[in-house]
Nanobody, 120 residues
Framework: QVQLVESGGGLVQAGGSLRLSCAASGRTFSMYNMAWFRQAPGKEREFVGSISWGGGRTDYGDSVKGRFTISRDNAKNTAYLQMNSLKSEDTAVYYC?????????????WGQGTQVTVSS
């Protein structure tokens, strides 16, 4: 199993940037494809983006394309979500998730979430 802990959330003004981190412990980090999701109050959970185990492939939700970037450092057992040009509608709790290879979109492991609030 893998344990995930997000950090880096906070309050930021619209147009600003934040970088979230997802620290993993337990099994070998490169065994997992990683993703970020978010959930705003009263809304369903939304896919933000994903990154393959080696970092060679990334995918993004339409609402964040061109603004958010996912990366990972397998040597540090950490995945990142760089968020630029933040908008008020990006306000949500952000979760990282892991899918054990060869699974691609079946995320069995989740962090506890970190709050991101964008003020307009």
């Amino acid at each position: 199993q893998v344990q995930l802990v997000e950090s880096g959330g906070g309050l930021v003004q619209a147009g600003g940037s934040l970088r979230l981190s997802c620290a993993a412990s337990g099994r070998t980090f490169s065994m997992y494809n990683m993703a970020w999701f978010r959930q705003a109050p009263g809304k369903e959970r939304e896919f933000v983006g994903s990154i393959s185990w080696g970092g060679g492939r990334t995918d993004y939700g339409d609402s964040v394309k061109g603004r958010f970037t996912i990366s990972r450092d397998n040597a540090k057992n950490t995945a990142y979500l760089q968020m630029n040009s933040l908008k008020s509608e990006d306000t949500a709790v952000y979760y990282c998730a892991a899918a054990e290879r060869p699974k691609v979109k079946i995320y069995d492991y989740w962090g506890q979430g970190t709050q991101v609030t964008v003020s307009s």
